[in-house]
T-cell receptor, first 114, second 111 residues
């Protein structure tokens, strides 16, 4: 158990809909990362938050947004969903500020858009 | 900018034989390097990490990796493969405050 919790584990929704994925980082970790893993694109970095503020942005679509709350949990919002958004979405956390620290990954949320 | 190349998208070995998964990186800084493993329908688990201490790093499940700065490599090895090692393996380099993933190597272990 990595200590990172993601909910829900599975999500099936229709095109055009909006969903919210939730992530609780390991206790004490200030940094949260979101990744998308699909068969054709591999593991793609979406966005990083550190202590409530956006720190880095990757290949995140404008239809997607995220935030990190004061209790450090994070949510990834996906809107106007398309079939191509079907993927495994991972959250990871790390104790940024401690050099060379690794990232701990949750089990992922599998999103299926039909 | 940091980047990671995993030279083989798929490696197949027989059970009991050695495993070699190759990784090359580019980094403007003294890098931190990691290997993660992902079993089917599971999250990513840290195997080992290099943090500028010993160049030969030992990880879990008998895996180890050697950091070679002159070759910008961080290859993952295991002396004897087990069926349970079949999984996807990712080499990762830190880039500032982000983790840059390689494309992954799928390891198959044949009985």
């Amino acid at each position: 158990d990595s200590g990172v919790t993601q909910t829900p584990k599975h999500l099936i929704t229709a095109t055009g809909q909006r969903v919210t994925l939730r992530c609780s980082p390991r206790s004490g970790d200030l940094s949260v990362y979101w990744y998308q893993q699909s068969l054709d694109q591999g593991l793609q970095f979406l966005i990083q938050y550190y202590n409530g503020e956006e720190r880095a942005k990757g290949n995140i679509l404008e239809r997607f947004s995220a935030q990190q709350f004061p209790d450090l949990h994070s949510e990834l919002n996906l809107s106007s969903l398309e079939l191509g958004d079907s993927a495994l979405y991972f959250c990871a956390s790390s104790g940024l500020g401690q050099r060379n620290t690794e990232a701990f990954f949750g089990q992922g949320t599998r999103l299926t858009v039909v | 900018a940091q980047s990671v190349t995993q030279l083989d998208s798929h490696v197949s070995v027989s059970e009991g034989t050695p495993v070699l998964l190759r990784c090359n990186y580019s980094s403007s800084y003294s890098p931190s390097l990691f290997w993660y493993v992902q079993h089917p329908n599971k999250g990513l688990q840290l195997l080992l990490k290099y943090t500028s201490a010993a160049t030969l790093v030992k990880g879990i499940n008998g895996f180890e990796a050697e950091f070679k700065k002159s070759e910008t490599s961080f290859h993952l090895t295991k002396p004897s493969a087990h069926m349970s090692d079949a999984a996807e393996y990712f080499c990762v380099v830190t880039h500032g405050q982000n983790f840059v993933f390689g494309p992954g190597t799928r390891l198959s272990v044949l009985p």
